[in-house]
């Protein structure tokens, strides 16, 4: 296996370019729902100024309400199997970000794809929705959009699940090297050194890197993702993320005064194996958050993947604990 710091030069990149792409298909293309009962997922949208913002949404909704907020370069696809799970006992709503899954993905050029402007439309979603207070799934991409909900309204929120998602600076290891590169520099040059991210080796290498079983990894997760990168002008959506993601650092001091401030239950479970948010970023957490559950999984990046019963429970035993 591969490390990503290999794969982080051009050559390599391009040799990834020698694993077809075949059989892809859209996010919800083959994905319906007959609904009989409310822990069967729901396929909705709701516009929000004019893009079309796609969901996920199960259970009751006049229970609990836990939004999960998913990671690049996947969508909520990634929770698949855990929301009818969660259906059970608590309503569950999973939004693709504009530019992911089903949702629209405007031009790069038209729209501004930043994170503090996400977590604009991710609070929107949830307010046409009817939600008021809730807990949050925060993974990879998904801690800098709830951190940023949460910045806006503390009290709002009953809950982090924190999986792999990253508001310390210790978190930003080598693999951060070309990022904050680009981040200083938003050169074409620096740019392009970023695109072998967006092939089918770094897609797959994100979902079987750190993990026990690789074999066992689905690799429906590959032909998703790549599916989705490989549109038209997605990558320099995915170039303006990244470039945005340099942002979020300067909100690490401002989240962490409000984890002390206001000691929101926190349940931590964190893939020790994952080069990209490695597990120097997950104990910082026990710094200013003291209502925290602490679990550190023998697994990579995507944990839910060989976690996710394990991940299910818990969560169900935190909710439970946290509203009761």
Known sequence: MKTYKSLLTASVFAL???????????????????????TQVQF?????????????????????????????????????????????DYHVIAPDYPGYGASDMPKAENFEYSFAHIADMMT???????????????????????????AKNPQRVTGFIIQNGNAYEEG??????????????????NADRLRGFFEIGATKWQFTHGTQSPEK??????????????????????????KSYGTNVGEYPKWQALFRKHQTPALLMW?????????AG?????RDLKNLEFHILDTGHFALEEYGPEIADK???????IHN
Request: net charge negative.
């Open 16 to 38: 990834a370019l020698s694993t077809p792409l075949i059989n892809s298909q859209p996010a919800f293309a083959a994905e319906t729902a007959i609904v009989t009962s409310t």
């Open 44 to 88: 909705g949208y709701e516009t929000i100024n004019g893009v079309k913002i796609a969901y996920r949404e199960a259970g009751d909704p006049a229970k609990p309400t836990i939004l999960l907020l998913h990671g690049f370069p996947t969508s909520s696809h990634m929770y698949r199997n855990l929301i009818p799970k969660l259906a059970q």
């Open 124 to 150: 929107t979603l949830i307010d046409t929705k009817g939600v008021g207070k809730y807990a949050v799934y925060l993974m990879d991409y998904g801690a800098p959009v709830g951190y940023r909900m949460y």
């Open 172 to 189: 930003l290891e080598e693999f951060w090297d070309p990022l904050k590169a680009y981040w200083a520099d938003g050169s074409d040059e």
């Open 217 to 242: 990894i689905n690799p429906d997760n590959f032909w998703h993702v790549q599916y989705l990168l490989d549109r038209p002008g997605n990558q320099e959506v995915q170039l303006e993320m990244f």
């Open 271 to 279: 893939g020790k194996n994952d080069h990209i948010f490695p597990e």
């Open 282 to 286: 997950a104990h910082p957490y026990k």
């Open 315 to 321: 969560m169900i035993k935190f909710m439970d604990r």
